[in-house]
């Protein structure tokens, strides 16, 4: 089945914890993205990729890092999260043209406490 | 940079009936994608329908359609005999089609539709 995996579904951290949220992807998709959902500001970009190796600040990347070491596979980091960052996020990928659009994950609640 | 705005937080429809959900949208380009996404309680996002900006003729899927007014920036959703499964959060979203404008979906707040039975 072609899908984005996300994992985990839920996490629940203290403040400066390092932890990686996992993204992977089974459709040879050439972009992918980060999106967080926060009630009342709908999803905005963090990163995206849009090549192995080829990485790019969205709207809010501070506190985040990503990396691209191969297609299938484009992790997000939190190197030091603060309460701030508790949020829904999503992972999404996509064939590379606008037109079609983007194939989303299932969500990560992260909660920082 | 381009902007989303959905004006209704909160929409209510009877089954059955009809209802439109509104989104306007902010650009200096001329070519570009819009998009539906449905949120249900599973918080899964999923497409509902896409319009692209170059074509005039507004876009369906079953019982979905778009009334889009590129002059007016406008692109709304109506969805008709409406079903409990549509209860959902909806997002409207942009995508240039410029890559040196990098990759993103813009995306509006959401309209919450709720269906009573």
């Known amino acids: 089945e072609a899908q984005v995996t996300q994992n985990p579904r839920y996490l629940i951290t203290v403040t400066g914890k390092k932890l990686t949220v996992t993204c992977s992807q089974n459709?040879?998709?050439?972009?992918m993205s980060w999106y967080r959902q926060d009630p009342g500001l709908g999803l905005r970009q963090i990163y995206y990729?849009?090549?192995?190796?080829?990485?790019d600040k969205g709207d809010v990347p501070e506190g985040y890092k990503v990396s691209r070491k191969e297609k299938r596979n484009f992790p997000l980091i939190l190197e030091s999260p603060s309460p701030n960052q508790t949020s829904l996020y999503f992972c999404?990928?996509?064939?590379?043209?606008?037109?079609?659009?983007?194939?989303f994950g299932s969500g990560t609640r992260l909660t920082v406490v | 940079a381009q902007t989303v705005t959905q004006s209704q937080p909160e929409m209510s429809v009877q089954e059955a009936e009809t209802v439109t959900l509104s989104c306007t949208y902010d650009?200096?380009?001329?070519?570009?994608?819009l998009f539906w996404y449905k949120q249900p309680p599973s918080r899964q996002m999923i497409l509902v329908i896409r319009?692209?900006?170059?074509?005039?003729q507004n876009a369906t899927e079953n019982r979905f359609s778009v009334n889009f007014q590129k002059a007016a920036k406008s692109f709304s959703l109506k969805i008709s005999d409406s079903q409990l499964g549509d209860a959902a959060m909806y997002f409207c979203?942009?995508?240039?089609?410029?890559?040196?404008?990098?990759?993103?979906?813009?995306f509006g707040t959401g309209t919450r539709l709720a269906v009573r039975p």
């Open positions: 999404a990928s996509s064939p590379g043209p606008a037109r079609q659009g983007y194939t």
């Open positions: 459709m040879n998709h050439e972009y």
């Open positions: 990729s849009m090549n192995v190796e080829v990485t």
């Open positions: 650009t200096s380009e001329s070519d570009y994608y």
């Open positions: 319009q692209e900006a170059y074509k005039q």
């Open positions: 979203a942009y995508r240039s089609t410029f890559k040196s404008s990098g990759d993103k979906l813009t």
